[in-house]
């Protein structure tokens, strides 16, 4: 299992702590762009039991970062520009998150069906 986190910038560095924090079970790779590149963040994930798959900075020393889970970020990237294609999921019209869930979920599933 992995998670993939969004393209990020500095400020939603923070919040990946609560998002991770929230998930039952921690992930095996935690896929993410280089806006989440820093020791520490790196150090959090092993510490909880995941592999970072986060590319150094341009101006940061290489570290250990799977080439193939990294080439693959991109199709969890299509996934999502699809899916922001229905209306409800773009704005989020739904109040409650399982009426959110619900809608991503029949999103998803005719994306699956028209693929």
Known sequence: MSFTLSP???HELPSAYALLD???HPPTYVVCDRGYASHKFREYL???GSRPVIP??????EVAC??????HRHLVENLWARLKEWRAVATRYEKTAAS??????????A????A
Do not use: C, M
């Open 8 to 10: 990020g910038q500095a």
């Open 22 to 24: 929230d998930l039952p």
């Open 46 to 48: 092993w510490d909880r």
């Open 56 to 61: 150094p900075r341009k101006n940061d020393p």
């Open 66 to 71: 799977p080439k193939w889970a990294y080439r």
């Open 100 to 109: 959110f869930l619900s809608v991503i979920l029949i999103a998803a599933t």
């Open 111 to 114: 994306d699956y069906i028209k």
